[in-house]
């Protein structure tokens, strides 16, 4: 297969399996992933994460955990081919951000840098511009549901809605907060109530905007 059917029949697992994760990790191992530019999801086998937060292991692991999700909750979603494009890219900043600090791994930025890559894995395949403009803000602003719960400085809702409609934004954070390895019933009744939080306050400012 050419790049574009490769391209396309990843499309069509991710929006038809039950886990599409089994066709991907298949894939990996086919070698499939080693070549430009399906190398940006490739690549994310060999870094590493922070155990404290993403106990299952590597960036590959936690996306496929995460798309898996996604599988479960995409007919949520206005746009399946959207979000689930979404979710398997959401992470691809990871590769060049993640880095050892005061002995800490730490991916800083890796929404920001990841939106770009984002945005250049899709132009390969001519993609649509609008469907490249939505998949990569969603990318973009994966990371705000921690920064407004927690009210770091990193959040800007304002930018934010300006993008991406708020049940898409929250449907992506659900997935990928719920795309880790060790979540016992509580963290994740815990987890599903902090996206909640998240919406509340998204939704309010939405209206305050509004008025």
């Given at each position: ?8 029949d990843?499309e ?14 298949e894939?990996l191992?086919?070698g ?48 399946k ?42 132009e ?6 609008k ?72 939704v ?8």
């Amino acid at each position: 297969m050419n790049d574009k059917e490769i391209y396309l029949d990843i499309e069509k697992h991710l929006l038809h399996d039950e886990k599409p994760s089994i066709y991907l990790e298949e894939q990996l191992k086919k070698g499939v992933f080693s070549k430009y530019p399906f190398s940006m999801i490739g690549e994310l086998k060999d870094v590493s994460q922070n155990l404290k937060f993403h106990p299952e292991g590597d960036v590959f692991i936690h996306t496929m955990m995460v798309v898996d999700i996604g599988a479960e909750n995409r007919d949520k979603s206005r746009n399946k081919r959207i979000f689930m494009w979404t979710l398997l890219l959401h992470d691809i900043g990871k590769k060049p951000t993640t880095k050892m600090r005061k002995g800490k791994l730490t991916s800083y930025d890796h929404d920001k840098v990841g939106a770009k890559m984002a945005q250049e894995f899709l132009e390969y395949f001519n993609e649509d511009e609008k469907f490249i403009k939505e998949v990569t803000a969603l990318v973009r602003w994966h990371m705000q549901s921690l920064f407004v719960t927690k009210d770091l400085s990193f959040k800007d809702i304002n930018g934010m809605l300006k993008d991406v409609e708020v049940n898409e934004i929250v449907l992506i954070a659900l997935c990928d907060r719920l795309g880790r390895g060790g979540l016992s019933s509580l963290n994740k009744k815990e987890t599903i109530q902090d996206i909640n939080k998240f919406k509340e306050i998204l939704v309010s400012r939405k209206n305050s905007i509004l008025k």
